[in-house]
């Protein structure tokens, strides 16, 4: 009989046999050679010194990985969908076997990776589960049931409910929110399950355009997936977008399928400047670093792989060029999916399925290839199984797609009991069927069409309940082991990126280890946590009570408080602040919330068609009573009388107003506001300020202007300081609140114009704490001001500019040099600028820089002036920072007139 061992086995059988020595020494130099390589090849079948080599390269490689434990700046989850167990072992095969080796001792890229995990994979409702629940989990942090988008579990499939009811946020939408880059990657349509869990909120997973859906959830004002991608309403949307499905985006007459009439490939392009839209593989290679790019490749899904249509980019290029495109100093996340792995399994065919794994893990190799362990976490798995089967003994090197054909039987195919060739790859249910009468010598089953045989026959074949397999890399990679819920994968994401994300399930931050740490382990919180903060003088006030919340429920009237709310709520909606104040918002004893809740349900509407804004969604909010419009029962602005209606007790009142609560304030938040801690300082009495600069009679300057009964009742804050603790992502953060009176419509006791002064010395002393706030008792009798160490931001329109304008000169001066103000970054606009040099006037001699103005008054009189602050504590870093005010001919530039005032922003971040 023949030798028919590998050469190198038939000289170490004609040698003397070695020494256990020289064994040893063998095997160590085996192992030294294979640890050189990422993957042991084994060329040898029965050299047992080379499996020990092998194996000893392993558990070296084994012992010299150490968790990485500092934090991630990116994160990049690899979705293989469909991609069960089975399916990894015959496309590792496979693609050994392309390469001209047995196959079997190959690795496919990911499975280099340090650490697996095992993955349960069932819905809540469902024992074998679906792509839209099993993403949702992985996306969400909450198992959900089968067929439904990133919503809660409670929610029945189909429930026709408007977007946003029952979300649940996804990763990727908090990573906007962070102000990282984003990304979704697809071989399948970007509307199918997979990507749409990524970034849409609806109960049935076929709603992926409007002419899918039913016309319950129509009325209901269901949003379809498409155009909750197109109008994605987080941070600045999705950065990069590749994949199938254009037909969902594009109508009817222009070849697509909407019925609506929308164009969402150019609404979404249209809706913010360096937006790209490519159509193939030359086009999105050349699209610059920098843009936004949605890139639509096909009508539905993009074709196999193994089909080579010209000008399709494969998914290595496409995840190549999006990591091109994302790559930036805050991080990004990236979801890349091999969709096309399932739809080859469900037709039946290994070949397609096959191929693209294959080309799966050649996606997931140009990705480990372009990144760094120490700060990119990438995360490989598979959302599902499929019922697909390797069995029947076939010899080792044989054909993965071919007969089987046993040890020493040369090739010929094995038979069953009837006398029939059988694959080695089949499936349990398919549309290949089991009783046809294959034979060897006229059917292939290694081409590209054929379908395995399936016990039984469906029209498709179906999913698979077993456990799949997850490969990680990089930080908190260690945490991937063992058997695992699915929805752990979003939480292993969530904590291991730079701070921690805070899921729904409220999960906390873990310790981190970051080099410098102490011996002992503890972590430095120096990761930044990123929010957009802003104030607006919204000019929302109204003539009587309940006049604005009806103007807020009644947006798309013709009545102009209607019209101006409304222009209010899409400035509100384009800049999509996290914290917000808003100014001037009328508060009605009689109702306190009625008129928030009506703004909140306004700004987290979905868009309506052609809309440029984004639905804002600020669930919490904070509202209480202001001084102005109440009655002080005293002579307050020294006519001899006292006010007891219209403009009259207006200048009587507290603080201005024609009514309780008129020019109030408001906060939203979307983080957890602390209610319970919340501090206002309403009652603060304007003479029990030391060194109150109380107004003189300037008929005699001994006297006071004030009565003593007046001073007996008159606050300091004309409306009032609210201290509103909100809790971000494990920081807290003391938001600031205030609107001092303005320094004008007074007389030469200027006494306006000394109230704005020491209100705003007031929160300058808030600010400060320590012996600066000593003097300050709350509301509820607590003493000082802030904590030393507290993080906060004051919002508010001062009415005072630091150079011009009738403020008492050094005010706002005072203010910025408070010690732990962070005054260094200015917002600004051209907008402002612009209009300062158009309209002349009394901005021609102004001593402020025009850009930083925030208000548009009378030229002629007045001037345009920096009259509203985001003032941030030292130890906040400012990422960003601006002011809404477009110039003429730029998008928005018709909105602002809604208020005199314009809205001011600024980007920071936690240390």
């Known amino acids: 009989m023949p030798d028919v ?15 256990r020595r020289d064994a040893r020494a063998r095997r160590l130099a085996l ?53 069960g167990v089975s399916t990894i072992t015959a496309a590792r095969i496979r693609e050994g076997q392309l390469r001209g080796e047995t196959g079997e001792e190959n690795s496919l890229a990911f499975e280099t990776l340090p650490y697996s995990a095992l993955i349960k994979t069932y819905d809540t409702n469902q024992q074998v589960p ?20 990133s919503v809660d579990p409670e929610l029945p499939l189909g429930a026709p409910v408007p977007a946003g009811t029952h979300a649940l946020a996804t990763l990727l939408e908090d990573c906007e929110r962070r102000g990282m ?6 071989t399948a349509r970007l509307t199918h399950a997979t990507p749409a869990c990524c970034y849409a909120h609806v109960s049935h997973r076929d709603w992926e355009c409007d002419a899918d859906m039913p016309d319950a959830a129509r009325t209901a004002g269901v949003v379809d997936i498409a155009r909750q991608l197109a109008q994605f309403p987080v941070g600045d949307g999705i950065d990069v977008a ?29 809706a913010r400047p360096g937006r790209v839209l490519v159509h193939d593989a030359s086009e999105l290679a050349g699209v610059p670093s920098g843009s936004q790019v949605l890139g639509l490749f096909a009508e539905s899904h993009m074709p196999y792989v193994c089909e ?26 990236l979801m890349v999916e091999g969709g096309r792995i399932d739809h080859g399994h469900h037709a039946g065919n290994a070949y397609r399925a096959l191929s693209e794994a294959i080309a799966f893990s050649d996606a997931v190799r140009v990705a480990l290839e372009r990144t760094d362990p120490t700060d990119t976490l990438v995360l490989v798995t598979a959302d599902h199984s499929h019922v697909f089967t390797m069995a029947g003994y076939p010899a080792r090197g044989n054909d993965i797609l071919g007969w089987v054909s046993l040890v020493g039987a040369h090739g010929k195919p094995a038979l069953d009991l009837a006398g029939r060739p059988y694959t080695t790859l089949g499936y349990a249910t398919g549309p290949g069927g089991a009783l046809t009468d294959r034979r060897p010598d006229d059917v292939d089953p290694t081409a590209r069409d054929y379908q395995q045989d399936a016990t039984h026959a469906l029209e498709s074949e179906t999913h698979g309940g077993e456990d799949v397999a997850a490969f990680a890399r990089g930080p908190w990679a260690h945490l991937v082991r063992g058997v695992l819920e699915q929805n752990v994968l979003h939480h292993v994401m969530a904590l291991a990126l730079d701070p921690p994300l805070r899921g729904d399930a409220g999960t906390a931050p873990f310790p981190a280890r970051k080099s410098g740490d102490d011996d002992d382990g503890t972590a430095r919180a120096d990761a930044p946590t990123k929010l957009r903060v802003a104030t607006f003088n919204a000019s929302l006030f109204r003539g009587a009570p309940g006049e604005l919340a009806r103007d807020l429920g009644d947006l798309g009237g013709d009545a102009a408080g209607a019209r101006q709310a409304a222009q209010i709520v899409e400035i509100l909606r384009r800049v999509h602040p996290d914290v917000l104040l808003v100014n001037e918002f009328d508060y009605d004893p009689a109702a306190p919330a009625e008129a928030a809740a009506r703004l909140q349900k306004a700004l987290a509407a979905p868009a309506a068609e052609g809309d440029a804004s984004r639905p804002l969604v600020l669930p919490e909010r904070f509202v209480a009573p202001v001084n102005t419009g109440v009655p002080s029962g005293v002579d307050l602005d020294g006519d001899g009388v006292v006010g007891t209606e219209g403009p009259a007790a207006a200048r009587d009142a507290l603080g201005y107003g024609v009514f309780p609560g008129q020019y109030g304030m408001l906060v939203l938040s979307r983080f957890p506001i602390d209610r319970a801690r919340a501090r206002t300082f309403q009652h603060v009495l304007w003479k029990d300020m030391p060194g109150a600069h109380l107004p003189r009679d300037p008929d005699d300057p001994t006297r006071g202007f004030y009565s003593d009964a007046a001073l007996a009742v008159l606050p300091l804050p004309s409306k009032s300081l609210w201290d509103v603790p909100v809790r971000v992502d494990g920081h807290e953060l003391h938001v600031v609140v205030s609107h001092p009176t303005p320094p004008v419509f007074d007389g030469p006791e200027d006494r306006n114009g000394l109230r704005n002064a020491d209100e705003i010395r007031l929160l300058a002393d808030v600010l400060a704490g320590g012996e600066a706030g000593a003097w ?35 005010a706002v001066a005072r203010l910025l040099a408070v010690p732990r103000v962070n005054a260094t970054v ?46 941030p504590s030292s130890d906040l870093r400012v990422l960003d920072s601006g002011v809404y005010w477009p110039a003429e001919g730029e998008p928005g530039a018709e909105l602002v007139d809604a208020s005199d005032h314009r809205l001011v922003w600024m980007d920071l971040a936690f240390p």
């Not at 010209?310 to 290595?316: E, N, R």
């Not at 300062?836 to 548009?856: L, M, S, V």
């Open 5 to 19: 061992r590998p050469p190198r086995a038939q000289a170490l059988a004609a040698s003397s046999r070695p020494t």
């Open 31 to 83: 192992a030294a050679a294979l640890l050189l390589a990422p993957v042991a090849r084994l060329a040898a079948q029965d050299d047992a010194d080379a499996w020990r080599a092998a194996a000893d390269a392993t558990i070296a490689r084994l012992l010299a990985e150490r968790p990485i434990e500092t934090r991630a700046k990116n994160v990049i989850l690899f979705l293989g969908d469909g991609m």
């Open 130 to 149: 679906d792509s839209a629940g099993t993403m949702s989990a992985i996306m969400t942090g909450s198992k959900t049931r089968a067929g439904v988008i």
């Open 181 to 186: 880059r984003t990304g979704v990657v697809t």
């Open 242 to 270: 590749l994949g199938g499905g254009r037909a969902q985006f594009v109508p009817r007459a222009a070849g697509g399928r909407r019925t609506d009439g929308l164009d969402l490939e150019r609404a979404w392009a249209d």
């Open 308 to 333: 080579e249509v010209p000008g399709v980019p494969s998914l290595a290029d496409m995840t190549s060029k999006a990591l091109d495109l994302l790559g930036n100093e805050h991080g990004y996340f």
């Open 776 to 810: 300050l008792v709350d509301d509820r009798g607590g003493r000082g001001g802030l904590p030393s160490d507290a993080s906060f931001v004051a919002l508010g329109d001062l009415n005072c500019d630091p150079l011009d304008g009738d403020g008492v000169p050094g």
């Open 826 to 871: 200015t917002p600004a606009s051209r907008g402002a600028a612009r209009a300062a040099k158009a309209f002349g006037g009394k901005n021609a001699t102004q001593r402020g820089r025009p850009e930083h103005d925030t208000t548009d008054f009378d030229d002629a009189t007045v001037g345009n002036l920096r009259l509203d602050y985001v003032l």
